[in-house]
Each structure stands twice: as C-alpha cells, then as structure tokens.
C-alpha cells in the first residue's frame, strides 16, 4: 500500500541529504548545511533522525495487514531478517568502496543502523501492542538518558558527553576499534550504544503509521499529529536544558525533538496533499522517494568516485571533482554560493536519472 504524503517526505529528505552531502567545497558551506559541532541541531542534522522516522512510519503499511490478520509467521520474520542483512552489508560494501581493505573497514554507518533500526522496530511492532510499544519508547529514553549521565566511563570515573570521553565512545573504541569513523577513529556517530535511542525515533514513526492507517476523518488525524508534534518537540526542547540535543551521540532529547518535527512535517504534507489535493507539485519528490536505495547508494559511489578519479594537470593531481567545480568558480561568484550551486547540480543529476528510471518503472527494492 503506496502512501503518497510518505513517498514525497522520504524524497524531500533525500533531495536534501545529496545537497548537504556534495557541496563543491568543504570549507565554504553555509551553517544550516553542516551538522552542529556537537550539542545543538541544524537543518542538517534532521536528514538522518527523519529518514528512520519514515523507516518506521512505513512498517504498519506494509506489514499492517499481516499482523492484524494473524498471518505474521515465521516466513516473515526471516524476510525482515534477510533485509536487515541485505542493507547491512550493502553499508560496508559502500563503506568500502573501492579499495576493501577489512582490516580497518568501517562498521557502524548511516544504512547498517537503518538496517538494525529496522529489523527491531518491525519485530516490535508485529509482536507487541501500541501500548506496549510506548512503553518500550519511554523505557528507551529513560534508560538511555541515565545510562550516559550517571554512569561512570571506564577508564575516566565520570560519567561524560564529550565526544572521547562518553561512555558509547568507550563502547565503540572497546569493540570496534580500528573500524570506526575516520573523522575521528575514536568514536563513531553510528556507533552501538546510540543505535538504541535511534530505535526511539523509529517507534515514533510507528505510532505516526498506525494512526494514519486507521479509519476515521483525515483531518481528526492530522490534528492528532499536529498536538503530538508539538508535544514532542516542547518534551524535547526542556529536556534539552538538562540532556543536550545532540546527533551524534543520539540523545533522548534529540529523538523527541526532531521526532516532534519529523510529525509536524508529515502532518502538513498529509494536509496540503490528501486533504487540500494538491498533488501537482508531488511528482517531482516521488522520483526520488520511490527509489531511495538507488539514492543512497548512486550518491556514495559518484561522490566517491569524483574524489579518487585524478590525473596530472601541470605540477599538480586534479581530481574529476576539483576539474568540474573549477568551471563553477571560474563564473566569480562567491565561493559559498558556488559550492553550493555545485550540490544543486549533482542533486539534479540524479533528479534526470530519477526520473527516467521511474517512468521505465525501474525500482530498486529490498
């Protein structure tokens, strides 16, 4: 069952994620386009907690009807199984690209944590009722909020926040060391103990599913999600005096804030196109949302690809990268505004090659 509203969400969400991800220069972006250096929330760090909102919203749409007809056995379960190993290795497959070297590969990543996320809120949610679900959301945020405030970091005797020094940290330098985030080596910001809050952002999205899939007025709905919304973003907001919203340790503060925002979006998306109709618009979103595999993966590799691709020009290696925006600042406009007209243009790109794949009806699902 196509959710139209969702499919538009889930491909603003991917539009953004190729311009924050590919500007033509790293050191002239504008602030809203790079994550917070540690606590605080930009428009940036919305793009990964949204995606597993929508990861989870989308789970009582496909597996809704199996669960409330009893029909949820085991054959579903090794399906839901066999996709969170697909996706998980298809992330150390793009972690690895080109080179492979497994001794120091990383193994944490955006799409290995959507695979976890994934595969526990679909069990969750096949196996558990709405109420005990909220239960477990509520449990998931408690429980995280003191195991990283009160909870002394080996090696330190505090319990800490900071980037090194917080007990995930420790966790993912423990068990995963030498296949962490090369930004740091240290930590990773997909790293073990904060995938569990991120299964907090994908139980959000469940409730938001179920509650869109019932019967009853379309605008009764959105209104509840509208209040929710709200609600979750003022929980978040106060809780962020004494929990910091932060991305990449995941905090509880950060699931209720930008889940709160993540409903309000849907919300108005639901309300402009299957209460007011306006649908006109929506086409150009679907492309992208009804093949966000072919989104993440395409990116990675072409953007890859731009970086390792050189050849002598002179005294110095140009990279394909370096050659193509050479051209954009060539056009004297302010660095800021070419590096980010050069996101544009690899985000449209992929726009052409969207759009040709979906009227060829080419998909790639898992």
């Given at each position: 069952?196509?959710?139209?509203?969702?499919?538009?969400?889930?491909g603003?969400?991917?539009?953004l994620?190729?311009?924050?991800?590919?500007?033509?220069?790293?050191?002239?972006?504008?602030?809203?386009?790079?994550?917070?250096?540690?606590?605080?929330?930009?428009?940036?760090?919305?793009v990964?907690?949204?995606?597993?909102?929508?990861?989870?919203?989308?789970?009582p749409?496909?597996?809704?009807?199996?669960k409330?007809?009893?029909?949820?056995?085991?054959?579903?379960y090794?399906?839901?199984?066999?996709?969170?190993?697909?996706?998980?290795?298809?992330?150390?497959?793009?972690?690895?690209?080109?080179?492979?070297?497994?001794?120091?590969?990383?193994?944490?990543?955006?799409?290995?944590?959507?695979?976890?996320?994934?595969?526990?809120?679909?069990?969750?949610?096949?196996?558990?009722?709405?109420?005990?679900?909220?239960?477990?959301?509520?449990?998931?945020?408690?429980?995280?909020?003191?195991?990283?405030?009160?909870?002394?970091?080996?090696?330190?005797?505090?319990?800490?926040?900071?980037?090194?020094?917080?007990?995930g940290?420790?966790?993912?330098?423990?068990?995963?060391?030498?296949?962490?985030?090369s930004?740091?080596?240290?930590?990773?910001?997909?790293?073990?103990?904060?995938?569990?809050?991120?299964?907090?952002?994908?139980?959000?999205g469940?409730?938001?599913?179920?509650?869109?899939?019932?019967?009853?007025?379309?605008?009764?709905?959105?209104?509840?999600?509208?209040?929710?919304?709200?609600?979750?973003?003022?929980?978040g907001?106060?809780?962020?005096?004494?929990f910091p919203?932060?991305?990449?340790?995941?905090?509880?503060?950060?699931?209720?804030?930008?889940?709160?925002?993540?409903?309000l979006?849907?919300?108005?998306l639901?309300?402009?196109?299957?209460?007011?109709?306006?649908?006109?618009?929506?086409?150009?979103?679907?492309?992208?949302?009804?093949?966000?595999?072919?989104?993440?993966v395409?990116?990675g590799i072409?953007a890859?690809l731009?970086?390792?691709?050189?050849?002598?020009?002179?005294?110095?290696?140009?990279?394909?990268k370096?050659?193509?925006?050479s051209?954009?600042?060539?056009?004297?406009?302010?660095?800021?505004?070419?590096?980010?007209?050069?996101?544009?243009?690899?985000?449209?790109?992929?726009?052409?090659?969207?759009?040709l794949?979906?009227?060829?009806?080419?998909?790639?699902?898992?």
């Amino acid at each position: 069952m196509r959710f139209l509203s969702l499919d538009v969400f889930r491909g603003m969400i991917l539009v953004l994620m190729l311009i924050v991800n590919n500007p033509g220069d790293w050191g002239a972006v504008y602030a809203p386009l790079l994550h917070a250096d540690w606590h605080g929330c930009t428009l940036t760090d919305l793009v990964f907690p949204f995606f597993l909102f929508i990861v989870g919203v989308a789970v009582p749409f496909a597996l809704g009807r199996r669960k409330e007809s009893g029909s949820s056995g085991m054959e579903l379960y090794k399906k839901i199984f066999f996709r969170v190993l697909l996706i998980f290795g298809i992330g150390l497959a793009l972690n690895g690209f080109p080179y492979y070297h497994f001794s120091t590969i990383r193994i944490p990543g955006v799409l290995q944590r959507i695979a976890l996320v994934y595969g526990v809120i679909a069990v969750l949610y096949l196996k558990c009722s709405t109420r005990v679900l909220f239960y477990i959301l509520v449990t998931l945020l408690l429980a995280y909020w003191f195991v990283l405030t009160q909870i002394p970091v080996p090696g330190y005797g505090y319990a800490s926040l900071e980037p090194e020094t917080n007990l995930g940290a420790w966790i993912d330098y423990s068990l995963l060391k030498g296949h962490l985030w090369s930004g740091s080596k240290t930590w990773d910001p997909e790293g073990l103990l904060s995938t569990l809050p991120a299964i907090g952002t994908g139980l959000l999205g469940i409730f938001a599913g179920n509650w869109l899939r019932r019967d009853g007025n379309p605008a009764e709905k959105i209104n509840i999600l509208f209040v929710t919304g709200g609600l979750c973003l003022l929980l978040g907001y106060f809780w962020d005096m004494v929990f910091p919203v932060n991305k990449k340790i995941w905090t509880s503060s950060f699931v209720l804030f930008t889940g709160g925002l993540a409903l309000l979006t849907l919300a108005t998306l639901t309300w402009l196109i299957d209460v007011r109709g306006y649908k006109k618009w929506t086409i150009h979103f679907v492309y992208f949302g009804m093949n966000s595999m072919m989104v993440f993966v395409g990116s990675g590799i072409l953007a890859r690809l731009l970086g390792i691709i050189r050849w002598n020009q002179g005294e110095k290696m140009v990279s394909l990268k370096g050659f193509l925006y050479s051209g954009l600042q060539a056009t004297g406009l302010p660095t800021k505004i070419t590096s980010f007209l050069f996101a544009l243009v690899f985000a449209f790109l992929f726009y052409l090659l969207l759009k040709l794949m979906y009227h060829k009806k080419v998909f790639w699902k898992l």
